[in-house]
């Protein structure tokens, strides 16, 4: 992947509308708090976490892959999509396997499972290009995609360092600006990897 960080945030910007009160950037905005507020509302439970986790990513993952394909505005029921496009199932087997093979490595260090969860955090995306794949594929093919790339998503993570301080002074309220610019930057770094090929019409699916 030759597309420098700089590039790849800006990307970003341009897809949220330019500059923090567009009107992607505050849907998208609300998109992620719906996200959490529902994770929060079932987090005491333990179970509903686990078992919303999954389709509530592949929602927001939905979201910001088609704005990082060209579609002019969010969507907030794209959110849902992880509910009825994703596969329930499919989706609950991919985020359980993949946080316990995470725990797994992490079990022998920290830095083996930080090293796997860059490792397979492609898998929700091609869980979103590929319905026909199981978790298994989607594990694998982010594997695949990630060799010699994990260093590279970790430092577009670290380059975000900066605007989670600048938000946090802000009484923290600025960090819900910088979390959706973070995903948007997360889905362009997949469009690179993937060659930003559209699979397939999701909207004619």
Known sequence: MNVSRPELRARAREKLGGNIFASNWLMALVAGLLVSLIMSAVSFTGIGELILIS??????????????RGKEAVDLGDLL?????????????????QNLFIILWSLLFVIPGIVKSYSYSQS???????????????????????????????VLDLSFIGWYIVGALACGIGTLWVV??????????????????????????
């Open 55 to 68: 389709p509530l990513s592949f929602g927001l993952a939905a979201v910001f892959l088609s704005l990082a």
């Open 81 to 97: 999509k992880g509910f009825t496009d994703g596969g329930f199932v499919r989706l609950l087997l991919l985020g359980l396997l």
């Open 124 to 154: 929700i995306y091609l869980s979103y290009d590929h319905p026909d794949w199981d978790w298994k594929q989607c594990i694998d093919e982010s594997r695949r995609i990630m060799n010699g790339n994990k260093m590279k998503l970790f």
């Open 180 to 205: 959706p610019y973070h995903e948007a930057a997360h889905a362009e770094f997949y469009q690179e990897l993937t060659g930003g090929v559209v699979i397939e019409d999701k909207e004619a699916a």
